[in-house]
């Protein structure tokens, strides 16, 4: 209440039970976060209930949030509120829906609406009605198949549909024809590749944690503008020849995908690639291909615990950031000596590094190095050569 009323615009408050009708009073609010939660992590009971008629005052109000608060039915309680016409972005995560609320019908407005982790077993004709949206998150909401509505939301520029079994439904996203980033992570079902060929504009795809993803690559050769792609945890054996069309991409994640042994020439027509991780993907030394991505400036190669050899010459002069904890290195790569640009380095766990701190010499613009965990007893003399060193880890 001691607030000054007409200067606060944005408030965020993990216990409605501190606020009740005092959040009326600060009209001058163009958004609110209300996180409720139990006080205790093993308490399971819900909740307090939002009720709406705290927020009818609240006329400028653009960003709402009540995640994890219980809706019940007080969530039809916003369909009369002439205060909530005018919001642009409405998050109702683990709200307790189990269908949507006929209120969404009002807010005409909406350009991004959060539903992850309700409980839909079909979606309403309400969410059709919101033309102007452009970022759908529908995740973890118990769907069997991708809505129909969908087809009517055509600005729609992100959606997520994670963890959700999807087995059918796919043509409902013909029409979003300026969707940018679509998120199918997790549980989605998906053995193959969905066909996604006339979604042209999208830039950012995201098919991480479908573990038996084993064809349907050809639906992604038309995706030519695509920037960044995620395939960690897909149960790849092999990278698909079918990437070597996405020439546009800068950012490739590999993650976790233990059996990954082949096909690395598909690689070499990522000329923009600068990201790339293929941490944990069994490896057992770096693929020559590699030496090719001459834009990389992120390489993650953790994780692989038998990569004890950098065969190749390594010609990544633009490499800014190497991880390679946790590879069962048992000296500094001599390899490490021509990669100047390097400003990060991370060798921890790499429990028995005694040797090879002369190539680390040449890195002058090193910045970051860990060394966590690596079997040390003497802090390596060269490291004094290192003077633009700001961060060193040797926990």
Not at 65 to 72: I, K, N, Q, V, Y
Not at 130 to 157: K, R
Request: glycine letters at 6%.
């Amino acid at each position: 209440m001691a607030l000054p009323a007409s200067l606060v615009t944005t408030l965020t408050v993990n216990s409605l039970l501190a606020l009740q009708a005092a959040v009326s009073t600060l009209t001058a609010l163009t958004q609110l976060d209300l996180f409720e939660r139990p006080v205790m992590q093993w308490d399971d009971a819900l909740p307090a209930r939002v009720s709406a008629h705290h927020l009818q005052p609240l006329a400028r109000l653009r960003h709402l949030s009540l995640a994890e608060s219980d809706m019940g039915s007080n969530a039809e309680e916003l369909r009369s509120l002439p205060a909530l016409t005018g919001l642009r972005c409405l998050d109702l995560m683990r709200c307790g829906l189990k269908q949507l609320p006929r209120a969404l019908l009002s807010l005409m407005q909406l350009t991004s609406l959060k539903l992850r982790c309700s409980r839909l077993s079909a979606t309403s004709s309400s969410l059709a009605t919101l033309h102007q949206l452009q970022h759908l998150n529908l995740a973890s909401c118990g769907l069997t198949a991708v809505p129909q509505q969908l087809s009517a939301l055509t600005a729609l520029t992100e959606l997520s549909l994670s963890n959700n079994g999807l087995d059918c439904g796919w043509q409902q996203l013909k029409p979003l024809t300026r969707l940018q980033r679509l998120v199918l992570q997790r549980q989605c079902s998906l053995t193959a590749v969905p066909q996604l060929s006339v979604l042209t504009a999208l830039t950012q795809l995201d098919l991480s944690g479908n573990d038996q993803l084993h064809g349907g690559w050809q639906h992604m050769v038309s995706l030519t503008q695509l920037q960044d792609l995620a395939l960690a945890q897909c149960g790849l054996t092999a990278m698909p020849e079918q990437l070597s069309a996405l020439t546009a991409l800068t950012n490739l994640t590999l993650f976790h995908n233990v059996g990954l042994h082949g096909g690395w020439q598909h690689l070499l027509c990522l000329t923009h690639l600068r990201h790339l991780n293929m941490s944990d993907c069994g490896l057992t030394a770096a693929p020559k291909q590699l030496s090719v991505l001459t834009a990389l400036t992120h390489l993650d190669l953790s994780y692989n615990s038998t990569l004890n050899r950098w065969q190749h010459p390594c010609r990544l002069n633009h490499l800014q950031y190497l991880n390679l904890a946790g590879c069962g290195l048992t000296a500094v790569p001599d390899q490490l000596s021509a990669l100047t640009a390097l400003t990060r380095v991370d060798l921890s766990y790499n429990e028995y590094l005694v040797g090879g701190w002369q190539h680390m010499l040449p890195l002058i613009q090193l910045r970051d190095l860990r060394l966590h965990c690596c079997g040390l007893t003497a802090v390596p003399e060269q490291l004094s050569a290192l003077t633009a060193l700001t961060h060193v880890g040797l926990s």
